[in-house]
């Protein structure tokens, strides 16, 4: 069975920086794609980004392009995503997605695979 833990969120300053990570056990999508997502209360789900674990390749929401970086660790079944120049509107419930047919995705349907979320809170 597939699990994904995230973890790394937190309060930080407008301006800051958190690092959130995601630790893939019990599967073997290494060739697959990999995403962040994020959820506000009273709000759908929204995709940040994605990686092709194969390629390295990566994607961004243009919310967060420029500021986010996606990475990966095939060797140790880890993703990151770095979080800098942090806003308020950042503030979110961020999941870790595992897919297990398609190299890069932005589409919530194509993830089998969730974590259970982790708070990254943003003040003013």
């Known amino acids: 069975q597939v699990n994904l833990v995230e973890s790394g969120g937190g309060l930080v300053q407008a301006g800051g920086s958190l690092r959130l990570s995601c630790a893939v056990s019990?599967?073997?999508?290494?060739?697959?794609?990999m995403g962040w997502f994020r959820q506000t209360p009273g709000k759908e789900r929204e995709f940040v980004a994605t990686?092709?674990?194969?390629?390295?390749?990566?994607y961004y929401d243009e919310s967060v392009r420029g500021r986010f970086t996606l990475s990966k660790d095939n060797a140790k079944n880890m993703i990151y995503l770095q979080m800098n120049s942090l806003k308020p509107e950042d503030t979110a419930l961020y999941y870790c997605?595992?897919?297990?047919?398609?190299?890069?995705?932005?589409?919530?349907?194509?993830?089998?695979?969730w974590g259970q979320g982790t708070q990254v809170t943003g003040s003013s």
């Open positions: 997605a595992g897919a297990s047919r398609v190299l890069l995705s932005v589409r919530q349907s194509d993830y089998s695979y």
């Open positions: 019990g599967g073997t999508f290494s060739d697959n794609a």
């Open positions: 990686i092709s674990r194969r390629f390295g390749t990566t």
